[in-house]
C-alpha cells in the first residue's frame, strides 16, 4: 500500500472509531435522560395515546345567584381549572407527553360560564350523560350528598381513543410532574382477567363477562392519620380519586350489568368507589394494583414524612376553606393550594386574554 492509499485509509479508520464513539456517547446521555421503560417493552405500541383527566359535576357553590351568577367562585370549579392549568402549562409540572390532553367529564348540569372557562385555558371538554343509580344503593343519602353524581365517572371506560389515562379527583392539585406513572413496568403493564373461583362458579350464566385483559391500579382511600395505613397488614380500600386505567366498552358494560343485577354493592354510599371496590377485590377476577402513596397522598402531612424517599407527587385534598368530608388539607397545604391558584390567575393574566391561544379539539365523542 503506498504512502497515499495508507493515509486515506487511517482517515476512514479514524472516521469509523469517531462515528461509533458519537454514536455510543449520545445513546449514554439518551439514557441519562430516559429514567421509564419503553413502551414496547412494557407491550405498547409506538403511538400509544395517553390522557389525563378528572370529572365535574354540577355546582357545590353555596353562593346563591345573586352573589355568584357565573358560578365562577365554586371551589371545585376553581380547582379543576388548577389541575388544568398545572397538567398543561405549570413549567415544574405540566406533562412533556406530546398530545397528552387533559380531559374534563361534565354533566348537563356544569353552568356553561364554567364549560367556556375551561376551554379557553385549554382543557379539553367531554359531555356525559349522567348514570342512574342502582335500586340497591343507598339512593336516600346519595341525592342529598356531594356523591349524587360521581357514578359517571365509569363513563371514562368509554373514552376508548386513549390508550391509557390517569384520572384525579377534581380536589387534587399537584407538587410533580405525573409523566412516569404511564409507563411504569408494576403499575402500568395490562392485567390478565383470572380465571373465576369456586364461589363465582354460580355467576358464570351472567349475560356479560368481564373482558380478558385490563388495567386498574388506583390510590388507597384513608382516613385520619395516613402513616398507620402505611403499616404492614393493613386493610386497603381502593380510591377512586387517583386512578390509571385503559378505557374499555367491554368492561364498562360488565361494570353496568353488575349495577343492574344481584350483585350489585347493597346500600352503597360512594356509587362509583364502591362498584369498583367488589369488581376489582383482591379475591375476584380482576384484582387491583395499589399506587403508592409517594403518587398522590390523602394526608399533607406525608409530603414531609417521605421527602427522603422521594417525595409525594401530588395530594388529594381539600385547599380552599370551608371544605367538607374527608381528606381536607390542613393550614399549611391549605396555603399552597392558594399560592398554586394565585400563580395560576397571574399566568392567566399575563396572556393578556384568557384562552386567547387555546381551543377545544372536538375530536371526543358525546356519550
Known sequence: MNPKSRRLFILVIAALISAIVFTQSHSHLESLYTSQPSLSSLGWKAQTKFAYATFLGGSTSKDDSQTDPEHLKDPYFISVRLLNYQIKHAEKTRTRLSNAPFLVLVLPSVPRSQLDVLKQEGATIVRVEALDLPDAFDKDFIKSSRFRDVL?????????????????????????????????????????????????????????????????????????????????????????????????????????????????????????????????????????????????????????????????????????EGGEGGNVAGEKWKAKWRELVGEMEGFYKGRGSLGKNFRDDGRIPVY
Request: glycine share 6%; proline share 7%.
Open 152 to 320: 359517571s365517572k365509569l363513563r371514562l371506560w368509554q373514552l376508548t381513543a386513549y390508550d391509557k389515562i390517569l384520572y384525579l379527583d377534581a380536589d387534587s392539585y399537584l407538587l410533580e410532574n405525573l409523566d412516569g406513572i404511564f409507563t411504569d413496568p408494576i403499575l402500568s403493564t395490562p392485567q390478565k382477567t383470572l380465571p373465576p373461583n369456586r364461589t363465582d362458579n354460580k355467576k358464570l350464566g351472567q349475560s356479560v363477562q368481564p373482558p380478558d385483559t385490563y388495567l386498574m391500579a388506583a390510590s388507597a382511600d384513608t382516613y385520619g392519620d395516613q402513616t398507620e395505613w402505611e403499616q404492614p397488614g393493613h386493610i386497603n380500600y381502593l380510591c377512586a380519586c387517583f386512578m390509571l386505567i385503559t378505557p374499555s366498552q367491554e368492561l364498562f358494560n360488565y361494570y353496568m350489568n353488575i349495577l343492574t343485577g344481584p350483585e350489585a354493592p347493597q346500600r352503597a354510599v360512594y356509587p362509583e368507589q364502591d362498584l369498583l371496590i367488589y369488581v376489582h377485590r383482591e379475591e375476584g377476577q380482576m384484582p387491583w394494583r395499589r399506587i403508592s402513596i409517594k403518587w398522590s397522598a390523602n394526608d399533607g402531612d406525608m409530603v414531609d414524612e417521605l421527602r427522603e424517599q422521594g417525595g409525594v407527587k401530588s395530594l388529594h385534598v381539600k385547599g380552599w
